[in-house]
């Protein structure tokens, strides 16, 4: 089943199952993707899944940084929401690698590119990125590449 159906069909399930907080997380994210496809054109065609990965993983980050900024603030409740709402979303992301595995592939292309100093460090990252897709977060990918090259 395509991606973008299985959030159509949960949140028809959330809003007969009278879930209101699941409802609105899903609607927010089919705006996200309905804008994004918007901006890219494609509205009649739609965005085919690793696109629709990639906007999840970025409404993942949004509501993880708005949850420590909230818990910088004191905000425990509101944090625990947006803590709550990444949860949803994060059901909709592949299965992320662990460190150790996002090491390994890391070492990997560190090794194929021949890479010895930090001014290698973007084509590294894009190199892992292209490989793991969006199974990987990219700051983890980012430090786990600098610390390859330092």
Same mark, same amino acid.
């Given at each position: 089943?395509?991606?973008?159906?299985?959030?159509q069909?949960?949140?028809?399930?959330?809003?007969?199952?009278?879930?209101?907080?699941? @409802?609105?997380? %899903?609607?927010?994210?089919?705006?996200?993707? =309905?804008? +994004?496809?918007?901006? !890219?054109?494609?509205? $009649? &065609?739609?965005?085919?899944?690793?696109?629709?990965?990639?906007?999840?993983?970025?409404?993942?980050k949004?509501?993880?940084?708005?949850?420590?900024?909230?818990?910088?603030?004191?905000?425990?409740?509101?944090?625990?929401?947006?803590?709550?709402? @990444?949860?949803? %979303?994060?059901q909709?992301?592949?299965?992320? =690698?662990? +460190?150790?595995?996002? !090491?390994?592939?890391? $070492? &990997?292309?560190?090794?194929?590119?021949?890479a010895?100093?930090?001014?290698?460090?973007?084509?590294?990252?894009g190199?892992?990125?292209?490989?793991?897709?969006n199974?990987?977060?990219?700051?983890?990918?980012?430090?786990?590449?600098?610390?390859?090259?330092?």
């Amino acid at each position: 089943m395509a991606l973008k159906q299985r959030i159509q069909d949960d949140l028809k399930a959330a809003l007969l199952g009278g879930d209101r907080f699941v @409802a609105e997380t %899903l609607r927010g994210l089919k705006a996200a993707i =309905l804008n +994004e496809e918007v901006a !890219k054109n494609e509205r $009649d &065609a739609g965005l085919d899944d690793a696109s629709i990965e990639q906007i999840i993983a970025k409404e993942v980050k949004k509501r993880n940084e708005s949850a420590a900024i909230y818990d910088q603030n004191m905000r425990q409740d509101s944090a625990a929401d947006e803590r709550r709402e @990444a949860d949803i %979303l994060s059901q909709y992301l592949p299965e992320q =690698l662990s +460190e150790a595995e996002l !090491k390994t592939v890391v $070492d &990997a292309k560190v090794a194929e590119l021949g890479a010895t100093d930090v001014k290698m460090m973007g084509q590294v990252i894009g190199a892992v990125k292209k490989d793991v897709g969006n199974t990987a977060d990219g700051g983890m990918i980012a430090r786990l590449v600098k610390e390859a090259l330092n």
